[in-house]
């Protein structure tokens, strides 16, 4: 059993760097672009052509991909065998490349539409351009449902690390773009070095699935009884996962109608920043934990179900509540470091780190949610996350509505953090009547244990800030706050005797001794 959760802590560790390597480039990218754009028109256009084919995938067929293909394919491959599981694999890739590519051909032609729904606070040139641009960009949908198909397939197999490496290489070709190509072909390009770069998610897992004797059997039947399971899930799982690409969708859409449209630029980098520093861990968790979780629901180890629920729960927990306090101190800084320079000049930072802080608030919520539901999709039950999903897009709209006018990106950033912190708690409410729930008297002690060092965190690093402030550069002014609130939260945890912590500190020792051994 050690040696299991050793191999489990070095497979999430791994995943963990190659994510993180991802997301810096990511942020690489991201800097790019605001340093050759900054909030403008241009800038304002391509993000909204960039998030319209995305958001289109994420609402009609990353449930089908996510939350269906993992439970039935694993299902498959535990009850008949990887020969029919790959049969299968073939059918619903066929099946889902068709439908993508008739929802690519739709969205080309009616992009003036879309850009219209998504942004109507554009004026005519922007909208124009928007419409351009997302006519270049809409076959991501087809390239983006082959890559989360095939992702599928190698974690079903066991293979994590190719699938958290493919946005190394999407990141990388984009970068390249930025370096070689921009100053002659300019935003137009940039579409184009997009689309490429979707396309090279999907061809690098090829090999990896050739080495693991993947054979692609193609079938557009939808009468099967693996694709019939499918279409049963995925309506309500469909349902559930509309709630980021749908809010996300709304809070641009009133975005799009600040500050001449600089909104957009402010909520889509905070969001961006936000995901980075939330994702690398949350998600390396979840794309472990979701083949896991599948393969006890079909065994009906109902006790190990919950163990795992729990042990995952605590570690996200651990590492997300400081991230939410710095995140929300350190959000000025951060952004200032990341993005400031060039035309994102010292308004855009303002109210991108002022969006951030306060949609720091919702992140433990986003953690909660992105774990549990993959405890219901893995036990092939969508109805719960339905209602939890429909509950929070309602939260998001309200809060925008009444916030925005008030608080600008503030209450944007309040609204979309809210209705992480609802999606999260309605979703952890009905595990108790599954006999899932993880949240016992010990596991509430641990919580307030983990709040109350983070606030003293918190609190440290914002005097630090403040002394800082104006005496040092943007890199000791971000650098120096952020390695003392590492410090301050594991001596505070440590002091309050937290599990974590402890198992920390012995992990560390033992790669320490190695390090040294002769």
Not at 12 to 37: E, H, P, Q, S
Not at 47 to 62: E, G, K, N, Q
Not at 319 to 328: E, K, S
Not at 474 to 494: D, N
Request: charged fraction near 15%; charge should be positive; glycine fraction near 8%.
């Amino acid at each position: 059993m050690e040696k299991k959760e050793r191999s489990a802590v070095g497979t999430v560790g791994v995943m963990m760097v190659i994510t993180l390597a991802g997301k810096i480039l990511g942020l690489v990218r991201d800097r790019l672009l605001t340093v050759n754009y900054g909030s403008g028109s241009a800038a304002n256009a391509f993000l909204t052509a960039s998030r319209i084919p995305r958001v289109f995938f994420d609402t009609v067929f990353a449930s089908a991909i996510s939350a269906c293909l993992i439970p039935v394919l694993g299902e498959v491959m535990e009850t008949r065998g990887k020969k029919e599981a790959f049969r299968f694999a073939g059918n619903f890739m066929t099946v889902m490349g068709a439908l993508c590519a008739a929802l690519t051909v739709l969205g080309m032609i009616f992009a003036p539409q879309l850009t219209t729904l998504f942004a109507d606070g554009y004026d005519s040139e922007t909208a124009r351009l928007c419409a351009s641009l997302t006519r270049i960009m809409m076959p991501t949908v087809l390239f983006t449902g082959l890559a989360f198909s095939l992702v599928g397939v190698l974690q079903t197999l066991g293979e994590f690390n190719i699938p958290a490496a493919i946005s190394l290489v999407s990141n990388l070709a984009v970068i390249a773009y930025y370096l070689t190509l921009n100053r002659t072909f300019g935003i137009t390009g940039l579409a184009v070095a997009f689309l490429a770069a979707w396309a090279l998610q999907a061809l690098v897992q090829i090999p990896s699935l050739r080495k693991r004797g993947f054979r692609f059997y193609p079938s557009l039947s939808v009468r099967s009884q693996e694709m019939r399971k499918v279409f049963r899930l995925m309506l309500p799982v469909m349902v559930s996962t509309w709630v980021l690409p749908i809010n996300q969708t709304v809070n641009a859409k009133f975005a799009s109608r600040l500050f001449q449209g600089a909104g957009v630029s402010a909520v889509e980098h905070a969001y961006n920043l936000y995901t980075v520093i939330a994702g690398v861990f949350v998600l390396s968790v979840t794309n472990y934990l979701f083949p896991r979780l599948t393969r006890e629901s079909v065994r009906g180890d109902g006790e190990q179900l919950r163990d795992t629920l729990r042990a995952a729960m605590r570690s996200t927990l651990y590492v997300v509540i400081p991230m939410t306090a710095g995140l929300a101190v350190m959000a000025s800084p951060l952004v200032n470091f990341i993005f400031g320079g060039g035309r994102f000049d010292s308004f855009s930072v303002s109210i991108t780190a002022r969006a951030l802080a306060v949609m720091a608030l919702g992140m433990i919520g986003y953690a909660v949610q992105a774990v549990l539901s993959r405890a219901y999709f893995a036990g092939q039950s969508g109805k719960i996350p339905l209602i939890a999903g429909a509950v929070s897009i309602a939260v998001n709209i309200l809060l925008c509505v009444l916030l925005t006018e008030r608080l600008d990106v503030a209450g944007i950033a309040l609204a979309s953090a809210a209705a992480f912190t609802v999606n999260g708690a309605a979703l952890a409410l009905p595990l108790r009547r599954r006999g899932l729930a993880f949240a016992d008297r010990a596991f509430a002690v641990d919580m307030g244990k983990l709040l109350l060092s983070a606030g003293g965190m918190a609190a440290g690093v914002w005097g630090l800030l403040r002394l800082l402030e104006g005496r040092a550069g943007k890199l000791l002014t971000l650098c120096v706050p952020a390695a003392a609130g590492v410090l301050i939260y594991a001596a505070l945890t440590a002091l309050l005797r937290v599990e974590e912590t402890g198992m920390a500190l012995k992990m560390i020792k033992k790669l320490l001794h190695r390090g040294v051994r002769p």
